[in-house]
């Protein structure tokens, strides 16, 4: 464990060293931010809740997170420091657990810094803030599975670009999955992997984060869905290590 | 975490004896073959290394030695054969054999945002070593290498002896009885090589030493052995004394051995190359 967090520490130490933290989390609260406001319709809904800015965290999430996960493995690679990580006295899961844990906390400072939406919405009413936490809990389900296929994919290839468009188009396979567009088009022609289409859905299973319902099956899904991207990591890891 | 032969010094002399089989030496490779589709990059390569040897891995580029290294270090998964650092297997036992050694990677690639310190600091943590002990090992550590003075600045920002330095100095971190390293004093001026060749030199007793080079000179200043790869193969493995011939320069003994088919010299030594 010692080492997994050394491992986690100096990636997410790393983050702080160039701009990339910064870059990402103005983007991101600038971004959430102004759809919430506008897309959203936070005040014109005249509802003292944070549902305008959790309707489109998992797809801002789609683009920005991605953004963190491309140089997880393919910047080891092109520095060759891979080998230098990977002769270290570490298992291989140990690595691939360090480097996902530091993303995933870069991810969950990135969401508490939309703290002052949640001062808004409490100053101009009375909110629910249990369905608000529980909305920020999913919303680090959904990043945390994200980051999974992101660092999974990052793991396969030495360029960035690369690594970034294929975590893109998984993940949105991923996040359209449960949308009215691919559940109509699959119900009209092959209704039995509509209902497939819609368990494996991350909005569909944060939508009931959103409603501030913590589902035991959503929480064995998003937990399955990370383990199995992280095992596949491990596995793209050590079969493509040297290359 | 230390590796438990990290202090163990089978002979008072500091060297042990070809041929003593009591104490199984350091580094172990037993015909050791890594094949990357049909080509072979590594063919067969079997050499010992006891403690207080240094062994020069020479051979020209492409011959094979840096796949070598990374095979000992548990890096690339070997075809075939296999190598054995303090007892331990590279393949069933990957983890200790990665606590005995010190491993400077080609190039010693470091992370370039860190700090010297930082970067040390780290290699400490994941090697398992806390609070004062880790601070301890990291001073130690760029003693060695002299990093004292640049131990605060990025290491993006250091020339190239200074970062080779920060390799090395994350190899010794854990005073490993097992030292490998790949080229360990390329790019380095004159006076930086020689620095790296005394800390070589005096560090050679107690520990088993492999350094890969094409620098010829560097074998006769600080190698007690050298094996000679070509092609994947062994062609050689002698002092570096036996392979001066008389009239020949160490370099144009290491020609004939590396380009010409059959080029072995010393048939008792050597497994001849296949015509």
Known sequence: MGATLAVARRELTGYFATPVAYVFIVIFLVLSGAITFTLGGFFARNQADLQPFFNFVPWLFLFLVPAITMRLWAEERRLGTIELLLTLPIAQWQAVLGKFLAAWAFCAIALALTFPLWITVNVLGDPDNGVILTGYGGCLLVAGAYLAVGAALSALTKNQVIAFVLAVAVCFVFAAAGSPVVTEFLSQRIPALAEVARQFSVTERFAGFQRGVIALRDLVFFASFIAFWLFANAVAVDHRKAD | ??????????????????????????????????????????????????????????????????????????????????????????????????????????????????????????????????????????????????????????????????????????????????????EPTDGLDPNQKHEVRELIRSMAPEKAIVISTHILEEVAAVCTRAVIIARGRVVVDATPRALEAPGMTLDEVFRELTLGPGGAREPELAATEAA
């Open chain 2, 1 to 182: 975490m230390q590796c438990p032969h990290a202090n163990v010094n089978p002979a008072p002399d500091g060297g042990v004896t070809q041929g003593d089989r009591a104490v199984p030496a350091l580094i172990e490779i037993e015909r050791l073959t890594k094949r990357f589709g049909s080509f072979t990059a590594v063919d067969d390569v079997s050499f010992t290394v006891d403690r207080g040897e240094v062994v020069g891995f020479l051979g020209p580029n492409g011959a094979g030695k840096s796949t070598t290294m990374k095979m000992l270090a548990g890096f690339v998964t070997p075809s075939a054969g296999t190598a054995r650092v303090c007892g331990h297997d590279v393949t069933d036992e990957p983890v200790a054999v990665k606590r005995c050694l010190g491993y400077l990677p080609e190039g010693a690639p470091t992370y370039p945002e860190m700090t010297v310190a930082g970067f040390l600091g780290f290699v400490a943590r994941v090697r398992g070593y806390r609070g004062g002990e880790a601070r301890d090992r990291v001073a130690r550590a760029m003693r060695l290498t002299a990093l004292e003075g640049v131990r605060l600045q990025p290491i993006e920002t250091l020339s190239k002896g200074f970062k080779r330095r920060v390799g090395l100095a994350q190899a010794l971190l854990h005073d490993p009885p097992a030292l490998v390293m790949d």
